[in-house]
T-cell receptor, first 117, second 117 residues
């Protein structure tokens, strides 16, 4: 079974400061990892993903994340926070279901990012 | 590309009535669609997975007779909440996956806010 742990349900930063949202996973097989963002009363938007290849992945809106197998982590960062970054962020991992081919996302509990002026 | 729509965005219904939520993939064919439920300030809970032309696979603890899912075409899935009660009030989000083999990318709809009075 695979699981995702997001450390910190709420992170608050000042505008212009570094954003760091933590995600650790447990998996018996190499996972695919995702970060999604959700604005209030909206669905989820994919920020970035890691499947294979380069471990540092760049996403939209200036976000990036690094897959560290030794630390089983996939932390999300952005060098300089903007007010528009305030949202809920979810880390997710793919796990196969019993059918084998229908990969299903397992989500972390989410981290609410607030950006202070 | 890869746009998923949901209708309605908000619905208020009386206890005991049924409500249907539509999920459409607008510019791609979705062999698999997922239905999630999200409570305030919580993560997404997968309710069921549906493949076009097949019966949905429900997650443990989700009542099949209460949450009827139909995936009649490659672009449309519906979720019907039957005999709704106030505890069914929630944010329902659908997600669709493309036809590509071993595809793992899911695209999310904007969600439907259901309020049962």
């Amino acid at each position: 079974a695979q699981s995702v742990t997001q450390l910190g349900s709420h992170v608050s930063v000042s505008e212009g400061a570094l954003v760091l949202l933590r995600c650790n996973y447990s998996s018996s097989v190499p996972p695919y990892l995702f970060w999604y963002v959700q604005y209030p009363n909206q669905g989820l938007q994919l920020l970035l993903k890691y499947t294979t290849g380069a471990t540092l992945v760049k996403g939209i809106n200036g976000f990036e994340a690094e897959f560290k197998k030794s630390e089983t982590s996939f932390h999300l960062t952005k060098p300089s926070a903007h007010m528009s970054d305030a949202a809920e962020y979810f880390c997710a991992v793919i796990r196969p279901n019993s059918g084998g081919s229908n990969y299903k996302l397992t989500f972390g509990k989410g981290t609410l990012l607030t950006v202070n002026p | 590309g890869a746009v998923v729509s949901q209708h309605p965005s908000r619905v208020i219904c009386k206890s005991g009535t049924s409500v249907k939520i539509e999920c459409r993939s607008l510019d791609f064919q979705a062999t698999t669609m997922f239905w999630y439920r999200q409570f305030p300030k919580q993560s997404l809970m997968l309710m069921a997975t549906s493949n076009e032309g097949s019966k949905a696979t429900y997650e443990q603890g989700v009542e099949k007779d209460k949450f009827l899912i139909n995936h009649a075409s490659l672009t449309l899935s519906t979720l019907t909440v039957t005999s709704a009660h106030p505890e069914d009030s929630s944010f329902y989000i659908c997600s669709a996956r493309t036809l590509r083999r071993f595809s793992y990318e899911q695209y999310f709809g904007p969600g439907t806010r259901l309020t049962v009075t």
